[in-house]
């Protein structure tokens, strides 16, 4: 049987998206909130997939440093990413892709979990975007 925990870390970053042609081209921020699912078929000998404070020690610790009130661009936007460097002082991310709600909830399933993780019992089977109260995006590992 599966267990899945999920907590939620809630971070506020500006973005934009380069070729959207609508009014999120333009630098803008949200209050997001990301929701991360954490499964395992054991616990440990208290009876948890894993700590809740720990959970949220390595996921928001991870999210405070890199993505909490900086600005979010993909690889390609080197308008964007010369404008915010430009700005100091200055923090801001590059992402590989576009950052979408999508590209952001998969990075984190993707890159971010399994680094902070590890190869441990628990994994990140699902991690949800929440770009707005009415706007988000799920990424679901297939493979667990």
């Keep these: 049987m599966n267990l899945t925990i999920m907590r939620r870390i809630r971070f506020c970053a500006g973005h934009r998206l380069l070729r ?5 081209e333009f630098f803008h921020g949200h209050n997001y909130i990301a929701d ?16 809740f404070a720990e959970l949220k020690r390595v996921l ?7 993505w909490d009130h900086a600005f979010l661009l993909g690889a390609e936007d080197h308008n964007g990413i010369a404008a915010i460097q ?9 992402l ?7 590209h952001l909830a998969r990075y984190l399933l993707d ?20 770009e707005t109260d009415e706007s988000c995006c799920e990424a679901t590992c297939e493979a667990c």
């Design 86 to 94: 430009s700005v100091t002082p200055t923090k801001y991310f590059i």
């Design 111 to 130: 890159v971010v979990c399994p680094s902070l993780l590890g190869n441990g019992p628990a994994r990140a089977t699902k991690v949800v975007v929440w």
């Design 60 to 66: 928001k610790g991870w999210i405070d440093e890199h």
């Design 96 to 102: 590989p892709n576009n950052p979408t709600a999508e």
């Design 36 to 51: 991360f699912h954490i499964t395992s078929t054991n616990v440990d000998a208290v009876g948890r997939v894993i700590d």
């Design 20 to 24: 959207h042609g609508g009014k999120c």
